[in-house]
């Protein structure tokens, strides 16, 4: 099982927020097709057909747990999932 579709269980689970890291969180974003721009520690995604932009900052190596809800929130809204 690749990487980002370990991530996308683990984010999508709910159940370890807290344990996501900002590398995976990262990487799962741009699996899913997001576009990166990075400003300082702020690494915002955007995608083509989504409205929304998702804003993240790490702390330290790891996600911030608000973060990675607003991130499962936006996968189950517009059904999201990774590229095969």
Sequence with gaps: MSRSRKTLEKV????????????E?????????????????????????????????????SSKPYQVKQVRELINRYQLRAKP
């Design 25 to 61: 969180l990262r990487g799962l974003l741009v699996s899913l097709g997001f576009a990166e721009r990075i400003k300082g520690d702020h690494h915002i995604f955007f995608r083509d057909g989504i409205a929304e932009i998702i804003n993240l900052q790490p702390k330290g190596s």
């Design 12 to 23: 999508l689970s709910g159940h370890s927020d807290a344990n996501i890291s900002f590398r």
